[in-house]
């Protein structure tokens, strides 16, 4: 069973509910047919009813089995405007601004997950990478022990990546341009809950540099020497090398010579790159030249999974952003 197919069959085994906001889309009801006929979450299409209802008319789309809420009529709306308005009244909201925010289907759908009515949500067909994330920060907000928002994507591929394993997670490839020592620690630490929550297998991080072990002295060797550094005081028995190459970091015969003695031992599973150049050129070419799977960008370092899509989805990949946001649900319940 290859890890995706394991992440949908845990997914399937205790079904979450998941919020889409971007139910006229046909490529976001596509996959939540599938994933209702499939058993891999409970979805609730927020909306207006009457458009939804007539996307699924057009594209020929069973609404059978989902939940529908039209912000503009629900009963939840007066819970969730009060929700909204206690969030936000110090940064000046007033009740009208509130009343008009939460019927958008982004708002209500986010404040539908902060409040506990469901269990993760995606979007991002229609909206924006910049009006999910400030969503999500603003009204989820962000993990007490990580402070950032980051975003990774779950890399999969038929043959082996090294010798142990068919998925890496590459991070941050899709929000942090230039992250400081704090910032890139944190992001190793998200990156490491979500391997914890994803792979099945211990993550083993590699922070990867153009310098191993200090092979080449530049301050942005320093910085990453230093994340380092910072991730060992906080998770001590982490298998995490850096300042590291590559080449050490996923190919064993490499780091016996480059890194010898090291607990990752070039079988690393989870990439952290030094910016945000190096990591969104290294997953495309992952992707393109590798043949690999890329799943994301999905979010991390949130109180909630409350994922994003590239416009440019297609219906398989929303239905394998549902998935892994139920089983990122599963964990956060295991954990609680």
Known sequence: ?????????????????????????????????????????????????SKITAAGQMHDISLNGMEIVDPTQSVLSEQLQQALLELRRKRGMTPEQAEVAVRQPLV??????????????????VHTTADVVRNAIQIVGTRPETRLVSSFFLMLRERPFHTTTQAMIFSDCGLVIDPTEEELSDIALAAT??????????PKVAMLSFSTRGSAKHQNVEKVRRATERVKSQRPQLAIEGDVQLDAAIVPQVALSKTPGSAVAGQANVLIF?????????????????EATAIGPLLQGLNKPANDLSRGCSANDVYNVIAVTGVQAQALSATA
């Open 274 to 290: 030094p910016n945000l150049d190096a990591a969104n050129i290294a997953y495309k070419l992952t992707e393109r030249l590798g």
């Open 108 to 125: 209500f759908a986010t404040l539908m997950l902060r409040q506990g009515l469901a269990d993760g949500s995606v979007a991002g067909a």
């Open 193 to 202: 809950d979500s391997a914890h929550a994803l792979l099945n297998d211990e």
């Open 1 to 49: 069973m290859s890890l995706l197919e394991s992440i949908i069959a845990r997914a399937r085994a205790t079904p979450k509910r998941i919020v889409l906001c971007e139910a006229e889309d046909p490529r976001v009801l596509h996959a939540a047919r599938r994933a209702t006929d499939d058993g891999i979450a409970h979805i609730i299409l927020v909306g207006e009813l």
